[in-house]
């Protein structure tokens, strides 16, 4: 498909509806044209404004960081109203994140929940080099993940830290009772994933 074909097609409708599974598949296929600086920059219309001033139905709700080099509309080539994105330090899900999340998932019909670690992240290294007094609130669902990846020894202590928060944020996810009934519903799916600086590129996450 040819940028401006893929483009147009992005903004041919007011909102696209979006089936199971789908999801997934069209943020790695932004991720991919992110990666290959082959960006369509979908829905960034003056008509794709207008068209969800009054309703929105964000396709993906992604869990992120705040760090200024991981901006999922960006990294997914994703437009205005195609992603609810929750951002935090640490990509970290308390109370307050759960809160937004589930709110987007029963009442956008969002289809997909993506936790996004990346690397060298800032908040789980403070976690790692016990300098994160400034940031406790953060730090402490942060902790688990690092003491939990310390046990395995790893090579790369770091990425496996970030890995494994990005895994626990997930199963803390899975653990909400409004996210486990849109998962019976068949209405939802959740996934952890890492991202790579330096290349730009996704990688979906699974427990070993």
């Not at 999801?23 to 068209?51: F, I, K, Q, W």
């Not at 009442?107 to 936790?115: A, D, M, Q, R, S």
């Not at 626990?168 to 959740?190: C, G, P, T, Y």
């Amino acid at each position: 498909m040819l940028k401006e074909d893929a483009s147009n097609a992005s903004n041919s409708s007011v909102l696209e509806k979006v089936s199971m599974g789908a999801g997934l598949c069209r943020l790695m296929e932004g991720n991919r044209r992110y990666v290959n600086d082959a960006l369509v920059h979908p829905n960034r219309t003056p008509e794709r404004r207008e068209s969800v001033v009054c309703l929105q139905e964000p396709f993906a709700i992604i869990v992120g960081c705040s760090d200024s080099r991981v901006s999922p509309e960006i990294l997914f080539d994703q437009g205005v109203g195609d992603l609810f994105v929750v951002r935090v330090a640490g990509n970290v899900v308390g109370p307050v994140e759960l809160t937004s999340i589930e709110f987007a998932a029963t009442y956008l019909h969002c289809k997909v929940i993506l936790v996004l670690g990346h690397e060298n992240c800032g908040a789980v290294r403070a976690v790692l080099d016990g300098q994160s007094h400034a940031i406790q609130p953060v730090a402490q669902f942060i902790e688990p993940s690092v003491e939990e990846a310390q046990k395995t020894n790893p090579e790369n202590l770091w990425e496996c830290s970030v890995k494994t928060n990005a895994l626990r944020m997930k199963s803390l996810l899975l653990q909400s009772s409004v996210i486990q009934s849109l998962l019976q519903q068949d209405k939802i799916e959740v996934h952890a994933a890492y991202y790579n600086l330096q290349t730009g590129a996704v990688e979906i996450l699974f427990r070993e």
